[in-house]
Structures are given as C-alpha cells and as structure tokens.
C-alpha cells in the first residue's frame, strides 16, 4: 500500500456516514487499514451492530471504529455531534428510497449535503470533506449519449423530468434519484462557492458500483447488482442496458486519495471504468462457473458511449494504491461472486 504525504496524521478521525451501505462500509475500512479512526453515522444503532460486533470488531475493540446515529440526514442540525472532533469526512449517504415523487427525495438530499456542509463549516477540526456523487448527477448513461462530461456536466434531463414527472413509471424512481444526486451536487459547489470554507472539498462520482461485499445487508441492498443478476431477477436490470463498471475498491480507494492528497482541491472526480453490458458479466461468470446455469443473454445491451478524462484519477490510483488503472472488470466480478457465495453461506 502506498503511503504518501497526508493531509491529516494517521489517528485522525474520519467521519463516514451512511456507514452500513456497501460503499461507506469500504470506505470506512479502507481509513482504519490506513490507520485512521473512523465514526460512522447509522439511522439504527441495533440495525447497524453488525459493524461493531462483526466487520470492525476489532477496530471497535480497541477504540478505533465508533458508531453516532443520525437518524434523518435532512434534519436540522442532524450531524452536529457527528461532525466533532473530526479531520475529514466522507459525506456518502444519500436518499436511496428510489421514491417516484421527487418531493420525498430531492430536497432532503440537498438538505443532507448542504446540513452536513455547515455543520463542518462550525467546526474547526474538519480539514478535509469528500461528497460521494454519481454519474447520474452528471448525466444519464443511456445508449446512443455521447455526452463528454467535464467539470460542468449536470445532468439537467434528469432534474426536468423528475420535476415534470415526465419519465416513464418503470424508470421514474430512478430518474428522480438521478435529479437528487445532481440537485445535491450542484448545492455542494454552490456551498463552496458562497462559503468559502476552512476546508477542501472534493466529489466522487461512481457509477454501476460492483465487487467485494463485507455483510450481508449488501445482497438485499439496492445495488446488488450481481445478485440480481445470479438469481435472474430482472426487475431492475432491464431498466439498464448499458453501463459502466466501477469497483467498489477503487471507489473506496478514490474518497481516501479525495481527503488524503494536499494537491486534489474542489475535484469532480468521475469513478467509472469499463464500458459493459450484463452480458459481459454473464459471460464472465460462465467462464469462472462453468457448472453453474446463469440466465440467456439479455437483450437490447449496448456498451456505453458518455466520456470523461480519468487522467488525475489514474494517477490517484498509482499515487495512493499502487495500481496501475482501474481494476478489471474480471476481477471485480470474480471478487463479487465469491464474496456473494461466502456470505450467502454464512446466512
């Protein structure tokens, strides 16, 4: 593992919220195996346990993992306790409700960014803040979009039809999901802009986010994406014909070199790899389990066209894991599927 100089000293808190999604939970992991200590906001202390008696026992043990409960992120003052004493943090949760009616969900994950955002600004500890942000806040990954995104890609489609209730009711949720995370970003630089805060802000924007899973919550999560696809349950995927693979590992490993790198400031960095389809995946997962019996191809896939340059976030890769680019889509599919039969196993 790469050790470069940090902006903050190892043994600094980090605040991760949203800790129980698949994405805080490698985030998280990723600071204490770096040496940090990590406080991550639940909703439910009795729900979120298991990260305390099970994935981070031993952090947790020794004083270096600890759980707050936020249990409404669009609450006033709802992150204030949460935010003290702490060097940097990880701003990953968001609305996740998939909810049609963008009044339940866009405003509050605005409110969630910008409450989080100034409670941070009232505390002098924070140095370092990452927001996690997708690339529908960018733009919709849809064939036939040719779409370059670049520091000033929003995706304005989505928010139009989230608020018009335009789109088709197969997809409404998850346009109105795509308005909230554009919305939410938008209100992050805004933030920036007018503020001016004592601290770095960065932006992390994955997308299809695949790979190792730490609990089982994962498989019965909304992005369980390979599950669904093992078990042929088609309700979500066939709303996606194409996309973009991202690891969940070097998701993690981009909000660490987001907080950790002195020369990453006010960074829209976009996490998307290799351009798929299912039927990639599939034919990955015949070749690694050749007795098993997946689902026929899929129709209707096409490989993405949307661009973007990943120039600085290949370099963050080197720089801060040692890795020369993004991981492949092969090995995040084969650490998805073994980590999916191991904890199927356990349950």
Known sequence: MSNPQATIPKGSWVLVTGATGNVATQVAKQFLERGYKVRGTVRDLAKASWLVTDVFKPQADRGDFELIVVPDLAADHAFDDAVKGVSAIAHVASVVTFSPDPN????????????????ALNEPSVREFVYTSSVVAATLVVPGNTTHVDENTYNETAIE??????????????????????????AVWEFVRQRKPHFTVNAVGPSHILGEQLHRSHLQSNGAWLKMLVDGDLSDLQNYNTLFNIDVKDVGLLHVAAVLDGEVKNKRLQAWAQGCTWNDILAILRGLYPDRKFIDD?????????????????????KWGGQEGWRTLEQTVEDNMKSLLELEAKA
């Open 161 to 186: 039809l989230a608020w018009s209730k335009a789109a088709p009711e197969a997809v409404r949720g998850a346009i109105v999901y795509s308005a909230s995370k554009a919305e939410a970003e938008k």
């Open 104 to 119: 339940e969900v866009i405003p509050q994950t605005v409110k969630g960014a910008t409450g989080i955002l100034e409670a």
């Open 298 to 318: 899929l129709p209707g896939q096409e490989r993405p066209s949307v661009t973007s340059d990943f120039t600085l976030q290949i370099e963050l890769l080197k």
